[in-house]
Nanobody, 115 residues
Framework: QVQLVESGGGLVQSGGSLRLSCAAS????????MSWSRQAPGKERELVAT????????NYADSVKGRLTISRDNAKNTVYLQMNSLKTEETAVYYC????????WGQGTQVTVSS
């Protein structure tokens, strides 16, 4: 079955960095664009970054441009989110998504940014 497993979250100080990973299985990873979203407590889930299949064209929410970088390794069936210069307001659960069927989400990984 289609499965996405996020990892790499944790506690980091404001201005710090983290690298999230999302390991995919159960579908042909290279055929699909992928995305990362986040959901802060009491807020709606928001899309932060996308990457296309093939050439890997990326797109970002305005709030993260220049600080977050999405990438993919098709040989490892993995999509990454490198996060630099993190802000306290970016504390959230981060999810990856594959547009397979109606859309498949991972279980999420918690990122906490302390001041």
């Amino acid at each position: 079955q289609v499965q996405l497993v996020e990892s790499g979250g944790g506690l980091v100080q404001s201005g710090g960095s983290l690298r999230l990973s999302c390991a995919a299985s159960g579908f042909t990873f290279s055929y699909y664009g992928m995305s990362w979203s986040r959901q802060a407590p009491g807020k709606e889930r928001e899309l932060v970054a996308t990457i296309t299949r093939g050439s890997g064209i990326t797109n970002y929410a305005d709030s993260v441009k220049g600080r977050l970088t999405i990438s993919r390794d098709n040989a490892k069936n993995t999509v990454y989110l490198q996060m630099n210069s993190l802000k306290t307001e970016e504390t959230a659960v981060y999810y990856c998504k594959a547009p397979v069927g109606f859309g498949v989400w991972g279980q999420g990984t918690q990122v906490t940014v302390s001041s």
